[in-house]
């Protein structure tokens, strides 16, 4: 598989009921996140335990990407992920819009950097997800 794909296949998941999305993670993996939150760092171990508490909090957990370029085995990809929670089943909601940059070696994602910020209601910042096609 071309890095784009390896990338693409991680994307298609849903992380909520993925049991191999680790599978796609490097051992060596690094994570480096800008969020609202703050800075964070990730290495597998975190990125595994993410996943795990992803699994517990919601029923599904879908990304929705607008772009996906590939330089070589660097991979950024445009995205709004999308989340139904076990308090509400019944609606699906935007969570946070991102953009991440990541780097393929072995097959595998290994080097990510992401910038990410919480989703508002706004339909055009929503809508324009969902117009593009990867």
Not at 56 to 82: C, G, M, P, W
Request: net charge negative; charged share 30%; aromatic share 12%.
């Amino acid at each position: 598989m071309t890095a784009k794909e390896i990338v693409k296949s991680f994307y298609d998941l849903d992380l909520a009921k993925s049991e191999n999305a680790i599978d796609l993670i490097h051992k060596d993996c690094k994570l480096l996140w800008n969020s609202s939150n703050g800075f964070t760092s990730l290495d597998y171990d975190g990125i595994k335990n993410m996943i795990d508490g992803l699994r517990k909090a919601f029923i599904s957990f879908n990304y929705r990407v607008s772009h996906l370029l590939e330089d070589q085995n660097t991979i950024t990809a445009r995205y709004t992920i999308y989340v139904t929670s076990i308090e509400r089943p019944e609606k699906e909601d935007a969570l946070a819009h991102f953009i991440s940059i990541w780097e393929v070696k072995d097959g595998k994602l290994f080097k990510g950097y992401e910038i990410s910020q919480l989703a508002d209601d706004s339909s055009d910042s929503l809508n324009s997800y969902a117009e593009i096609k990867v």
